[in-house]
């Protein structure tokens, strides 16, 4: 990662935008080589590292035993950097995937865009509604390719979901659940272990870490387990629900909310910040709700389904089924649809590359899902129902126009 926001040095100021040739191989730079990072190294960039699509030739991190790691499983010749403006700095970069804790996914990802990069970053979007908000701006200035990392969001069952939706097959849409569970003996997110090595006075720079985020002297469980803290993250919301409403926002189409209200707190686990139960009731000006609910202290989870006044749809692990309500049986048959071939979430971003098409959850969509999840944590913590004014694209606490 970088030292501090202060200072973008080289990709301050807008890059001239580069754009892949139909044949050319993308070359990659990994920002954030921890857990994710290097699952996407090693994993999702296989098939394209193998068959010569691309390389991994940059990777960085501030912590130097998962930086020398990355760059041992990148390809040949790869570069290894503390500071991830060095990578925007590289004019043979064309792509950078951002992997960082969530409070440096907006600024990475604003400073990639204008040194002229492609970007995939992973979810969240941003950690907030206004980082979310300078991205999409930032992306539409510069006509940069801008994916968020929600494998989900290329599973077609719920792009069959959208398409039965607009045919009309389960009438009007009211209501939408859907959420995450887990459960442990140790906590959610206390599982990632804690290297006794980290020191930074040595090999880890934590400074960089902190960012724009208040100081705090050197503490091994945020850096290491910083999910739990609401300086760096939004906790479950930005680590589940923004998957599940990523994914469920493909199949209702993509809307700013009209309010949001939040509950939960610390009920079993009182090491953190952020809950360890939490739930949050979206409702949208084309009058339907998502409620997505959650605990991790119990692993049985809400069940995705979409609520139609005419049908509703189940999600299964292959597909997914339309039931008509019985008072119109007569309109609607049932339907049982499986997933159809549609590209992976990667290969998808990769055809955009090339294509300069918008990716499955691009920066709008990124950024409509975003002020959701944003306002689900601000509406927790402040204890209020808050409220989205499309007009001037901003939070408020008082509803700025009532739609039903």
């Known amino acids: 990662m970088g030292r501090t926001l202060a200072g973008l040095g080289a990709a301050a100021a807008l890059a001239p935008a580069q754009v892949l040739g139909a044949n ?19 994993g999702d960039l296989r098939p394209f590292r193998e068959k010569g699509a691309c390389a991994v030739v940059a990777v960085c991190d501030i912590y130097e035993p998962r930086l020398q790691n990355a760059k041992k499983i ?15 700095d590289r004019k043979d970069i064309g792509v950078v995937v951002i992997a960082t804790p969530d ?34 701006e930032t992306v539409q200035e510069t006509k940069r390719v801008f994916a968020v990392g929600v494998q989900s969001a290329s599973d077609d069952k719920y792009w069959i979901a959208q398409d039965l939706i607009k045919a009309g097959e389960i009438g009007k849409v009211v209501f939408t659940e859907g ?137 299964e692990e292959n597909g997914l089924r339309a039931e008509p309500e019985d008072e119109f049986k007569g309109k609607h048959k049932p339907i049982q649809r499986e997933r159809r071939p549609r590209p992976s979430h990667f290969e998808n971003f990769f055809e955009c590359l090339k294509s300069r098409a918008k990716p499955h959850l691009d920066e709008d969509a990124g950024f409509k899902v975003m002020i959701a999840i944003g306002m689900g944590v601000e509406a927790l913590r402040q204890d209020r129902a808050l409220f989205y004014d499309r007009l001037r694209q901003r939070v408020t606490e008082v509803a700025p126009y009532r739609p039903f």
């Open 179 to 315: 959420g995450c569970a887990g459960n442990s003996t140790l906590g959610e997110w206390n599982d990632r272990p804690i290297d006794p090595a980290a020191d930074p006075t040595k090999n880890l720079d934590w400074k960089a870490f902190l960012g724009s985020a208040p100081f705090i002297s050197w503490d091994k469980d945020r850096f290491f387990r910083w999910r739990k803290y609401w300086d760096y993250s939004g906790g479950i919301a930005t680590d589940c629900f923004y998957d599940v409403l990523a994914h469920l926002a493909i199949a209702l189409g993509l809307e700013f909310p009209y309010r949001v209200v939040a509950g939960g707190g610390r009920f079993v686990w009182p090491d953190r910040d952020v809950p360890d139960t939490f739930h949050m009731i979206v409702d949208y000006p084309t009058r339907h709700s998502v409620v997505l609910t959650s605990t991790m202290a119990n692993r049985t989870a809400t069940p995705e389904i979409i609520r139609g006044h005419e049908g509703t749809i189940f999600f």
């Open 74 to 88: 990148a390809d040949t010749g790869c570069e290894a950097y503390r500071d991830y403006r060095q990578i925007l």
């Open 24 to 42: 050319e191989k993308i070359l990659i730079g990994v920002i954030g080589t921890g857990r994710r990072g290097t699952a996407i190294i090693e």
């Open 103 to 136: 409070h440096w996914h907006g600024p990475m990802s604003v400073a990639a865009a204008k040194a002229g990069k492609d970007i995939y970053c992973e979810r969240p979007m941003t950690r907030t509604v206004e980082e979310a908000k300078e991205v999409y």
